[in-house]
């Protein structure tokens, strides 16, 4: 069994290469794919910021593929991205620095409860992430403020960010579910290109395990956002309260 679970054994290589493919399918469906990968990356004796650098690097192409399927659908709202990628960047670029001098550890408690407290809220509303809501400029300005403090929290680790910004660009923006994570992907992209360029910097990246986490991801994330636009809006607001209820739930009994 060590022969696939740790760096050193010799069919390490294809246990990534599954973790990468089941990460790209769930993560471009809303779910937190990389909930999976990393900590599968740090149990197998990579240090936390070697992990999550690896993982970032490598993800850009994957994200890429979804965010082009979703764009094809008339699923991302170009008009925000600029704002919000300025948010991402800004956050994810101080919350990269984070990881160098803490322990994650000690955030996996806050953000197991908030998951927990807002994926059962998400079923209460049939209207919730299946229609586009009118929102006031007072709830998308706290919709802005919430989404950057998210994005410190995805720039020091990420298990759950995807599924917490998109939750927040339904809740206080108006999305639909399908368009909030098409957005949300589409300014997640600026931050890993800042946050990986960070991580290269200070020699951060296995770049053998980024090519293999690179194609697999690539696969699992063409097949999991064709899937997402299949299914449609109500699968995708179920599928991510679903997540949020499972990782709320892993953060707080096994972190």
Not at 124 to 146: C, E, M, R, V, W
Not at 185 to 211: E, G, K, R
Not at 249 to 254: A, D, E, V
Request: aromatic share 14%; glycine share 10%; proline share 3%.
């Amino acid at each position: 069994m060590e022969s696939f679970l740790f760096t050193s054994g010799e069919y390490f290589l294809a246990t990534l290469f599954i973790a990468g493919l089941i990460t790209g399918f769930v993560g471009s469906m809303g779910g937190s794919g990389g909930l999976l990968l990393v900590p599968f990356m740090i149990a197998a004796g990579m240090h936390p910021a070697l992990a999550l650098g690896t993982a970032r690097f490598a993800a850009m192409p994957a994200w890429v593929i979804a965010i082009r399927n979703y764009n094809s659908a008339g699923q991302v709202d170009w008009k925000r991205i600029l704002p919000l990628s300025i948010l991402a960047i800004v956050a994810g670029s101080i919350g990269t620095f984070i990881i160098i001098d803490i322990d994650e550890k000690y955030v996996y408690p806050i953000v197991g409860t908030i998951l927990l407290l807002l994926g059962p809220l998400t079923l209460f509303s049939q209207k919730f992430g299946t229609i586009n809501i009118a929102k006031s400029n007072q709830s998308k300005i706290l919709g802005y403020f919430l989404y950057f403090v998210a994005m410190l929290y995805g720039g020091f680790f990420g298990a759950g960010t995807t599924i917490i910004t998109m939750l927040i660009l339904v809740q206080f923006m108006g999305y639909k579910s399908l368009e909030a994570h098409g957005t949300e992907m589409t300014a997640w992209i600026a931050m890993s290109v800042i946050s990986s360029a960070i991580f290269l910097f200070y020699d951060q990246v296995n770049f053998i395990y980024a090519l293999i986490i690179c194609v697999s991801m690539m696969l699992g994330s063409s097949v999991g956002s064709k899937l997402a636009i299949k299914k449609g809006d109500k699968f995708v607001k179920y599928l991510v309260a679903a997540f949020a209820i499972l990782i709320g739930l892993k953060l707080l009994i096994w972190p």
